[in-house]
Each structure stands twice: as C-alpha cells, then as structure tokens.
C-alpha cells in the first residue's frame, strides 16, 4: 500500500527522522559521561545533519507529478496511513524523543535507544527505496542505508566494550 502515497510526502517523513535523530544524538550526547560514548553520539549526530540534506536534495528533484496524490483520496485515509506507518518509528515525533530520553538511565540505556533508533531507520529507509524512482535516487538511499547500518555497528561494538 505504500506505493500509493506520494514521493514527496515519504521524503518528508524521512526529514522528519533526521531531525529527531540529531535532537536525540545532542541531549544524548549532553547525558553521558562516558567519553568515547560522548565523542560517537556527536558524531552520528552530525552524520544526521548530512543525511537531511540528502534526502532534501532527493525531495527537491522530484519532479511536479511527485508532489501530486497518487490516487483520490477524499477522507486523507492515505495520509493517515503513512502517519501510522511513520509513528512506528522511535524518533518520528520531537516528542518521541523527548519521551524515549526521558526513559535513558545510564550509558548502555542510551546506546540501546541509539540502536532501536538506527534499525528503525534502515528498515524505514528500505521502505523508501522501494518506493523511489529512478537509479540515482534508489542508489543514493542505498547508500544512506548503509551508512545507518554502519551506525548501527558502531553502536553496538560500543554497547560490548561496556560489558
């Protein structure tokens, strides 16, 4: 059912997603006193700035017909069904992250949160791509796929050296 929502919408959503992605790595940042921890976390927040701008530079060379519905969609039953889709991930909401810190005990909580933040990402991610069109765009959400899954690495390489 995806495929019935707009290109643009989608790319929106994922904006959303770094954005909250770079609230969540600067309080976390800010919240740790582990300095490698520290030095990861400004890091991918960082990396966060950089993934925004790709997907604002894939939203911004859609052409007109991607900004347009779809299908007609009189109740906006489409909408809501990409906002569901969307609210099932950890950061889709400034107030998701909000909540989710509020939650972060220690150091190895806020590295779990990282992670959970970083697979729903990728899987979202995978979830754009498939609705992209277009070699360039597809590979360029491939690539940021694979920076998330490198995130994801590190995170977890980090959360075993803590055990």
Known sequence: MLFNFNAAEI??????????????????TQMVDNKEVKELFADLGAQEIEHKAKFKALRDELPASASTPTVFDANNELDAYLKAMADQHVFVTSEGVDKQLAAVKDVRSAIKLAMTFEKDSIIFFLTVQDATEGHKGKSMINALVKEEQEHLRRLALHLSKLR
Request: aromatic share 16%.
């Open 11 to 28: 790319f929106d959503v994922a904006i959303k997603i770094e954005e909250n992605g770079k609230k969540f790595y600067d309080a976390a």
